[in-house]
T-cell receptor
Framework: GAVVSQHPSWVICKSGTSVKIECRSLDFQATTMFWYRQFPKQSLMLMATSNEGSKATYEQGVEKDKFLINHASLTLSTLTVTSAHPEDSSFYIC???????????FGPGTRLTVL | KQEVTQIPAALSVPEGENLVLNCSFTDSAIYNLQWFRQDPGKGLTSLLLIQSSQREQTSGRLNASLDKSSGRSTLYIAASQPGDSATYLCAFFSSYKLIFGSGTRLLVRP
């Protein structure tokens, strides 16, 4: 299957700082990528849909000014957690949708810990 | 609103058993469905993809079926192995996004 990478795999930061997470589709082009967060022992919660060349679509309850998403190219989407606080600590996972089957391929996730 | 339910929430079986994981959904207007496995602290690995026009897909010891009329999908794992221990998630692609079930945590005992 197709490969999606995320960087970094884990990050620890101080409260108030901003953190950028990259999601790359390595061997295919993805016009649409998705960002999820996952709390321990819970399923994935969709945060936003990232579309190449246009603004992201955020799910209800997700602050777009706090979670900035940029889909600058067909292989790269970034999620920036601005002014991070301890409650933002979570496991963030991205996925990229392939064509034409719309099969989704997931990255390995990024563990964010905000002190 | 589309809802996805997975039963059982957790399952523990001895090695070698055949097992079935269940997934049900409320809205038949799905585009496709995927079964994933997730190991602790890791991302998701796609196991099988079934398009809405298909009834089942097979990959090795895994077989997934889809019955849109009854709103059900099953994942059949043959001859389970300890390496199959993980959380299994089903997800339906509808309204341009994946909708996930809460998962089944599987433990295969040696």
């Amino acid at each position: 299957g197709a490969v999606v990478s995320q960087h970094p795999s884990w990050v620890i930061c101080k409260s108030g700082t901003s953190v950028k997470i990259e999601c790359r589709s390595l061997d295919f082009q993805a016009t649409t990528m998705f960002w999820y967060r996952q709390f321990p022992k819970q399923s994935l919660m969709l945060m936003a849909t990232s579309n190449e060349g246009s603004k992201a679509t955020y799910e209800q309850g997700v602050e777009k000014d706090k979670f900035l998403i940029n889909h600058a190219s067909l292989t790269l989407s970034t999620l920036t957690v601005t002014s991070a606080h301890p409650e933002d600590s979570s496991f963030y996972i991205c996925s990229a949708r392939g064509w034409p089957d719309n099969e989704q391929f997931f990255g390995p996730g990024t563990r964010l810990t905000v002190l | 609103k589309q809802e996805v339910t997975q039963i059982p929430a957790a399952l523990s079986v001895p090695e070698g058993e055949n097992l079935v994981l269940n997934c049900s959904f409320t809205d038949s207007a799905i585009y496709n469905l995927q079964w994933f496995r997730q190991d602790p602290g890791k991302g998701l690995t796609s196991l099988l993809l079934i398009q809405s026009s298909q009834r089942e897909q097979t990959s090795g010891r895994l077989n997934a079926s889809l019955d849109k009329s009854s709103g059900r999908s099953t994942l059949y794992i043959a001859a389970s192995q300890p390496g199959d221990s993980a959380t299994y998630l089903c997800a339906f692609f509808s309204s341009y996004k994946l909708i996930f079930g809460s998962g089944t945590r599987l433990l295969v005992r040696p």
